[in-house]
């Protein structure tokens, strides 16, 4: 079946998963401020869509653009924390239902979001790894280097993964030695060179170390394959991330046990450990990734999308503009995407957590996320991501432990 294109809307027994359908999209990062932990995360006044609608307003003598995103209610879930619309904003109609939602979850992490977000709040603590020089602990470099076979390694700091792979990829691809490093999240990452040290090494690696840090626990084990020269070093689409499962089923397990196709579009599936879905699409870039969810659209069930770019490209590069100007594209697609939807179907639109770009650093921000879905009016601040969670279970019949339905 082809995609389903305004004035070419197919009847509902046409899916191959039954009569319902509904989109959920993750605005990876696109946090609005306002968590009431944040101080604790050394995050107290970071606040990803207010802070680049004043950037906006300062530099580029203009206000930040979001017409569609503005009618389903994103300026008024900010309004629920911070009192007003972001900088610049006018008041607008809204068509649809909002709320903001706070996390409960010990992380600022992206599977701490996602899971809470599904039903599954992360209430334990992950590891972290300091961050001093020589941050990884001899032992576990000792049986990766002994394991995999390795020379030796790089980097073992916290980094932008940008930058340490400019500063060490030459050397790296002299030496055979992969670049390990991390941040401020539970994350352990190693770039290499896709074509000098290999894909599938560094896969096989990332698997090594992936079973070498459950105990302490960490969250993600991520290859960061990039391609080039010195100078000229890019990353590439092959990114692929080794989280750990949930400890329990989410919302995607029990919609998937209910019969319904459960579609996870981009990282989605590594991040939920490839558990709960009946079909992973990759795909990389937010262009890719709306030609590849309007591809999958027949499918019908939950279809997931995660749109990276917001977080990988501008929050953690620090780059407000750009950053902006992806949000202003990206409601423009949303624009477009409206037409092409059914009356009946359900669109929710959420964050997993905050990336200021202003803000000191480059990690994640602690914050609140905006929580747009169909219907009509304001639901308030939630306690908690795992409202979300319940609310597309309800849609598809489906009742979760944690959360309460929103609506």
């Known amino acids: 079946m082809g995609m389903i294109r305004g004035g070419d809307k197919r009847s509902r027994q046409d899916y191959a998963f039954g009569v319902k359908r509904l989109f959920w999209f993750v605005l990876d990062s696109v946090g609005i401020g306002g968590a009431p932990d944040a101080a604790q995360f050394g995050d107290d006044g970071s606040d990803t869509l207010g802070h680049i609608a004043e950037w906006f307003l300062s530099r580029e003598n203009r206000p930040l653009v979001l017409p569609n995103l503005q009618r389903r209610g994103l300026g008024e879930s900010y309004r629920l924390v911070h009192g007003r619309l972001p900088s610049g904003w006018s008041e607008m109609p809204v068509t649809e239902a909002f709320a903001a939602a706070t996390e409960i979850s010990t992380g600022k992490d992206t ?42 390694s790089l980097g073992h700091c916290h980094a932008s993964g940008t930058d340490i792979i400019r500063k060490l990829g030459e050397t790296s691809m002299k030496t055979g030695k992969p670049i390990f490093y991390t941040s401020a999240d539970s994350v352990f990452q190693i770039a290499a060179h896709e074509e000098t040290f290999g894909l599938e090494q560094l896969y096989r690696l990332c698997e090594v170390a992936r079973a070498a840090l ?19 070093f890019i990353r590439t689409g092959n990114r692929k991330d080794y989280a750990v499962p949930p400890p329990k089923p989410t919302v995607l397990e029990r919609i998937k046990e209910r019969g319904f196709g459960v579609t996870g579009v981009g990282k989605i599936g590594d991040i939920f450990a490839h558990i709960g879905l009946t079909r992973e699409v990759k795909a990389s870039g937010h262009g890719e990734l709306w030609s590849v969810t309007r591809d999958v659209m027949d499918d019908g069930g939950l279809i997931m999308t995660n ?55 480059t990690d994640h921000t602690r914050e609140r996320v905006p929580v747009l879905l169909n219907g009509q009016g304001s639901h308030g601040i939630r306690d908690s991501f795992s409202d979300i969670g319940a609310t597309v279970g309800n849609f598809f019949g489906v009742k979760m432990d944690e959360g309460q339905v929103i609506g």
């Open 307 to 361: 749109f990276v770019d917001f977080d990988m490209l501008y929050g953690h590069r620090r780059d407000p503009r750009g950053y902006g100007m992806a949000l202003e594209e990206w409601d423009r697609q949303l624009g477009l995407f409206l037409d092409e939807m059914d009356d009946d179907d359900f669109l929710l639109i959420t964050a997993d957590h905050g990336n200021d770009p202003t803000w000191p650093g």
């Open 214 to 232: 459950l105990d302490p626990l960490v969250g993600r084990v991520i290859a960061r394959p990039f391609l080039g020269e010195e100078g000229n």
């Open 111 to 152: 599977p701490s979001g996602h899971w809470e977000m599904a039903g599954v709040p992360a209430r334990w603590d992950w590891a972290y790894f300091p961050d001093t020089a020589d941050c990884f602990p001899p032992e576990l470099l000792a049986h990766l280097h002994l394991q995999c076979g390795l020379p030796g």
